[in-house]
């Protein structure tokens, strides 16, 4: 059985460029979490959906994040315009009904704004 | 909202010794508290997990504790070995909400040979 699949795992971008990060959740789970790492800020959870619903988007730092789960294969984080603070890893992870609170995560997306 | 601290940052231990590493929490109501283990450059990955109606779970070398009065739960591994060395979060479900969780801010366990 496949993992969290996120794409791209690398982008490297120029300030001011729109960035879409892309995640297709375990099959089955209907909760998906977008998190950011960094070094000085640690895990921080952006935003997540409960059957393709978003429920809490406390976490987006900006109006330039945004998220949207269109079907339950499929989420996409966009940053727009890109700025260098936004330099990160972008982890996305899912959870079943049976056991929501158990997370599974995505290799991740490492993305420098340059 | 919940709150995760996580002690110590850092922890060397040589190889075949234990290490410890303890997390408090605030939300008395926080039911789930599970550990990941991230290695350098990958994903964090769950290794246990522990909820509220248990006070301690193995599994082969590592070991979790929970002291909800005290509102803390700590991570046990025995006999280190060089593949143990990672980065260990601990985290709590925050918010009221079964599926949010907060983490802790991670300890990079280093055990040398």
């Known amino acids: 059985d496949a993992g969290v699949i996120q794409s791209p795992r690398h982008e490297v971008t120029e300030m001011g460029q729109e960035v879409t990060l892309r995640c297709k959740p375990i099959?089955?789970?209907?909760?998906l979490f977008w998190y950011r790492q960094t070094m000085m800020r640690g895990l921080e959870l952006l935003i997540y959906?409960?059957?393709?619903?978003?429920?809490?988007d406390s976490g987006m730092p900006e109006d330039r994040f945004s998220a949207k789960m269109p079907n339950a294969s499929f989420s996409t984080l966009k940053i727009q315009p890109s700025e260098p603070r936004d330099s990160a890893v972008y982890f996305c992870?899912?959870?079943?009904?049976?056991?929501?609170?158990?997370?599974?995560f995505g290799p991740g997306t490492r993305l420098t704004v340059l | 909202g919940e709150n995760v601290e996580q002690h110590p940052s850092t922890l060397s231990v040589q190889e075949g010794d234990s290490a410890v590493i303890k997390c408090t929490y605030s939300?008395?109501?926080?039911?789930?508290f599970p550990w990941y283990k991230q290695e350098l450059g990958k994903r964090p990955q769950l290794i246990i997990d522990?909820?509220?109606?248990?006070g301690e779970k193995k599994d082969q070398r590592i070991a979790v504790t929970l002291n909800k009065t005290a509102k803390h739960f700590s991570l046990h591994i025995t006999e280190t070995q060089p593949e143990d060395s990672a980065v260990y979060f601990c985290?709590?479900?925050?918010?009221?909400?079964?599926?949010?969780?907060?983490f802790g801010s991670g300890t990079q366990l280093t055990v040398l040979p």
């Open positions: 985290a709590a479900t925050s918010g009221g909400s079964a599926r949010q969780l907060t």
């Open positions: 992870a899912s959870s079943a009904t049976s056991q929501p609170d158990t997370q599974y």
């Open positions: 959906f409960n059957n393709n619903v978003p429920i809490d």
């Open positions: 522990i909820r509220s109606n248990v």
């Open positions: 099959s089955g789970h209907n909760s």
């Open positions: 939300d008395s109501a926080s039911n789930y």
